[in-house]
T-cell receptor, first 116, second 112 residues
């Protein structure tokens, strides 16, 4: 199984709502990532989990709260978002990297988020 | 400031001909480079990679070339097929092995 799944595919939420994005992989990968992608822009790294511990937070506002309940699951909790947070949110996973080793990422299809 | 740049937003090629997609980077510490392909409404899909200790890696119709002195890599697709039409992102791995820097993408259109 080389698939990363994400739910939901589409999400529309108001600025006062609380919602969660979910990501799952069963490839035994120990690194999991959240990216944000705006139209015609590259994916922008938000968070990285390594062995279920947060290893990178790219100064993301606290209205985005990641969670890694176990090695297969990654969540992104959303609260009090702004319209400018509307974007495609991509989850990815990879083997844990070592110097000189290959750790290409496997991406999910993304969640298209619209904040009204 | 973007550390990985793809200066051509789009490229159009005739079926059967060669497609050459280019990517430039600024950080000499990058040690691993990747190309991803993205279709609309899907996540990026890994295509091919190259370590900084090599200058060429080939996989079927896809070849990636790395010129470290110029801080430049390119992806060659030969022969190009209509199904190759997609957005192609190059990416580079930084000092933190879990951090990747992406270019802004090149949209390839292969005409039948």
């Amino acid at each position: 199984d080389t698939e990363v799944t994400q739910t939901p595919k589409h999400l529309v939420m108001g600025m006062t709502n609380k919602k969660s994005l979910k990501c799952e992989q069963h490839m035994g990968h120990r690194a999991m990532y959240w990216y944000k992608q705006k139209a015609k822009k590259p994916p922008e790294l938000m968070f990285v989990y390594s062995y279920e511990k947060l290893s990178i937070n790219e100064s993301v506002p606290s209205r985005f709260s990641p969670e890694c309940p176990n090695s297969s699951l990654l969540n992104l909790h959303l609260h009090a978002l702004q319209p400018e947070d509307s974007a495609l949110y991509l989850c990815a996973s990879s083997q844990e990297a070592t110097a000189g080793g290959n750790n290409e990422q496997f991406f999910g299809p993304g969640t298209r988020l619209t904040v009204l | 400031d973007q550390q990985v740049k793809q200066n051509s937003p789009s490229l159009s090629v005739q079926e059967g001909r060669i497609s050459i997609l280019n990517c430039d980077y600024t950080n000499s510490m990058f040690d691993y480079f990747l190309w991803y392909k993205k279709y609309p409404a899907e996540g990026p899909t890994f295509l091919i990679s190259i370590s900084s200790i090599k200058d060429k890696n080939e996989d079927g119709r896809f070849t990636v070339f790395l010129n470290k002195s110029a801080k430049h890599l390119s992806l060659h697709i030969v022969p190009s097929q209509p199904g190759d039409s997609a957005v192609y992102f190059c990416a580079a791995r930084g000092y933190n092995f879990n951090k990747f820097y992406f270019g802004s993408g090149t949209k390839l259109n292969v005409k039948p």
